[in-house]
């Protein structure tokens, strides 16, 4: 299981990067990129890594459920993501 400081700073990059999406999509637009630099790293998207949201596991990631492999399988075998059902023949 991840440091919870590591998901919170995964949760803190996500709410920054909302933040600043339109200042930054009009400084690209305009193409001013010294404004760009002069924005918070962190409210870059492309710093924001995936993680479980149950675990905080960083690799492993399945974006349609969010969560990773291990806990998908451990889901999927009680039953409890819908429409999912473990294999056996």
């Known amino acids: ?5 590591m998901k919170a700073r995964e949760v803190k990059r996500a709410k920054m990067c909302a933040k600043y999406a339109e ?7 305009a193409g001013d990129y010294e404004g760009l630099q002069k924005l918070p790293k962190n409210s870059s998207p492309v ?22 492999r291990i806990q998908f399988r451990e889901m999927a075998s009680h039953g ?9 023949w």
Request: hydrophobic share 30%; proline share 5%; with cysteine.
């Open 1 to 5: 299981m991840a440091k919870e400081s």
């Open 23 to 29: 200042k930054r999509k009009a400084l690209k637009e």
């Open 47 to 68: 710093r924001q890594h995936n993680r479980c949201s149950i675990t905080g596991r960083p690799k492993g990631y399945m974006r349609i459920f969010g969560i990773s």
């Open 80 to 88: 409890l993501i819908p429409g999912v059902r473990k294999a056996s």
